[in-house]
């Protein structure tokens, strides 16, 4: 496996026909059926292609130069998952303003439906609707919410989201939340305030985005309270998080006694470097087979039901 960060050479199709190779051969080595990743991003174009304009910016909360390694059509990007062999994956979406979020999960219910692979994702955002366009979307066949904190710039402890908060926990829905202060901090990034969420919410299926970088031991304290806490891998351990916001080398064996609360995910298309150096950069760390089996496969599988036939 390469490993090696960056686009370069998947401008044109032998480079991206290479690069699936590599990335069935890390899977099929492994022994697994394909990858799940609980972190991809699919959502409106207008939409996507400010998230891009914002990236290409370096704005606030991006922090450094940050190249979209997959530019590409909608249709392509889907295709790029399936020839990677990723099984299934998501379609993180967010909002940043009140009275957008039920547009968004219209568009993400039809997406899901025209894309079956994708499981089906939907969001909210602190506003007297929110209960019941979550109920909604629940009702609908929503298997996975998004919330992030930092650019919706909102407290998730606010009054307008507990009965949100409370649904999903009844319901069993994970929620990927980006609560970790990378890249940047928000004013309501880091654990406390998710933290109060979980001890009103307890029983709430919490995925913690980017292990919660760079607040990684703090994370891994919340879930080794709360046993319903997830962490995805989204970026961490690449080159390019490593080098500003490593992960603590002490703190791997505690990272793999977590092994069955850990899930594979990889912020596509929206990465400065190939998918397959996050696989890579997880193989590296030396935590086994099993390990990676459980995370970039079958934790997922687990959580959201998924058989041989879905």
Known sequence: MSGLPGGDGLRGGGGLHAEAAEVRAFWQGLGLPGLIDVHTHFMPQNVLDKVWAYFDAAGPLVGRPWPITYREAEAERVERLREFGVRAFTAMLYPHRPGMAAWLNAWAADFA???PDCLHT????????????????????????????????????????????????????????????????????????????????????????????PEYS?????????????????????????????????????????????????????????YVHQLDALARLGLGEEWLRAVCHDNAARLFALTAEN
């Open 113 to 115: 439906a025209r894309t």
């Open 122 to 213: 939907a969001t909210f955002f602190p506003e007297p609707e929110a209960p019941g366009y979550v109920a909604r979307a629940l009702a609908d066949g929503a298997r996975v919410f998004k919330a992030h904190l930092q650019v919706g710039g909102y407290d998730p402890v606010d009054r307008l989201l507990d009965e949100v908060w409370g649904l999903l926990a009844d319901t069993g829905t994970p929620v990927v939340t980006h609560c970790g202060s990378g890249p940047v901090p928000g004013k309501h990034t880091g654990p406390g305030p998710i933290g109060e969420v979980l001890a009103r919410h307890p029983r709430l299926t919490l995925v913690v985005a980017h292990l919660g970088l």
């Open 218 to 274: 703090d994370f891994l304290d919340l879930a080794e309270r709360h046993p319903r806490v997830h962490l995805d891998t989204t970026m961490a351990f690449t080159d390019f998080v490593e080098r500003d916001t490593p992960f603590p080398a002490a703190e791997l064996p505690r990272l793999g006694r977590l092994q069955g609360r850990v899930l594979l995910g990889s912020d596509f298309p929206n990465i400065p470097y190939r």
